[in-house]
């Protein structure tokens, strides 16, 4: 069975091919964060504008390189939610005039699910039931998954998503955006120890998040002192060591609420080293087992929307070919598979 994926749901258009035997055929992701990096975040109008030039021809080119045609396809998925109402409706469109033209299927794929499932493209995919972390530019959850489908919210950032703290404060130290990535690369340079930033919300009980306070908390540091290369790096350091520590602290109490050994991580700041690191050191400590997909398959792509389409379409869940998108659209709310 092979699905074609179609990611549009922000500033990547990420288009993948899935044959559930041989894995992905094809996976090409364009990237627009050139054109949003001169207003320091994404600009919704531009965005769609670029997702209606780059989707059609990087759908010829994922055929080309799979040496498919749409008739040789199983179904098409597209992003339908959560997410930007333009760009979501730029991949509908075309996923869903494809699926007529085609006589296919279309499956419409929760963005968020697509992350989640992500780690199961990799050859050691977990194994159910698990604590999730999603952490991306517009999610903190913690999710409890005893299968696919079955999701429970243990908690979610009151304010601002991780991926969007990191990018604000790479802003104010004058890194392009998005961010993340380049406060990461330079935080390898840091001086553990010369700042420390609060853990914000581990003395309170429960599982929610809160980053506000700790980016206010990093910005008056930025503006307190002369921000040379090695103080941008030491506060890039400790803002790095108080995100890892606290969602570090958050999934340790999500395991041991639910009594599960393994821990998954997806979405964009999933691909980061430190957090990585240091989950992986906590689940080995715990005698468990932590899960994640390679960087690429983190941050947004089409190939997550594949799998997430397969599964779905496996158990017969597909769409009418009503163009209908949910820039809102709780994961929870999921029907199970
Ligand atoms: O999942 P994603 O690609 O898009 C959304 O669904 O939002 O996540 C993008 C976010 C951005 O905020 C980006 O700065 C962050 O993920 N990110 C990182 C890293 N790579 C991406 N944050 C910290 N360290 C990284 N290595
Ligand atoms: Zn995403």
């Given at each position: 069975m092979r699905i074609l994926g179609i990611e549009t749901s922000c500033d990547e258009t990420g288009i993948a091919i899935y044959d559930d035997e041989k894995g992905i055929l094809a996976n090409y992701l364009y990237s627009q964060s050139n054109i949003h990096s001169n207003y320091g975040g994404v600009v919704p109008e531009l965005a769609s504008r670029d997702h209606i030039r780059k989707t059609i021809p990087l759908i010829q080119a994922a055929l080309k390189k799979a040496h498919?045609?749409?008739?040789?396809?199983n179904g098409v998925a597209y992003t339908?939610?959560?997410?930007?109402v333009g760009s979501l409706l730029v991949g509908a469109t075309i996923g869903l005039a494809l699926a007529f033209a085609w006589g296919l299927p279309a499956i419409p794929v929760h963005h968020m699910e697509g992350h989640l499932l992500a780690p199961m493209l990799e050859n050691n995919p977990p194994s159910f039931p698990f604590i999730a972390l999603l952490v991306s530019g517009g999610h903190t959850q913690l999710i409890s998954v005893t299968e696919i489908g079955k999701y429970e919210m243990l908690g979610e950032s009151i304010d601002d998503a991780v991926g969007e703290a990191f990018d604000k404060i790479a802003k104010l130290l004058g890194l392009n955006y998005p961010g993340g990535p380049l406060l990461s690369k330079i935080a390898q340079k840091g001086k553990t120890g010369r700042f420390f930033f609060p853990r914000p919300m581990?003395?309170?009980?429960?599982?929610d998040f809160s980053f506000s306070g700790l980016k206010t908390f990093a910005a008056n540091t930025i503006r307190n002192n002369i921000v040379d290369s090695q103080t941008r790096a030491d506060i890039a350091c400790a803002f790095e060591d108080a995100i890892v520590d606290t969602l570090a602290i958050k999934c340790r109490r999500a395991l041991e609420q639910k009594g599960f050994k393994y821990l998954v991580i997806a979405g964009g700041v999933s691909a980061n080293v430190k957090l990585r690191s240091h989950l992986k050191n906590m689940m080995i400590q715990r005698g468990g087992k932590i899960f994640y997909a390679r960087p690429e398959f983190c941050t947004d792509n089409g190939a997550m929307i594949t799998y997430a389409g397969m599964v779905r379409l496996k158990n017969n869940i597909h769409s009418s070919l009503k163009i209908s998108v949910h820039p809102r659209w709780p994961l929870a709310n999921l029907s199970e598979v």
């Open positions: 498919l045609t749409g008739k040789d396809l339908a939610g959560p997410g930007l581990i003395n309170r009980p429960g599982l």
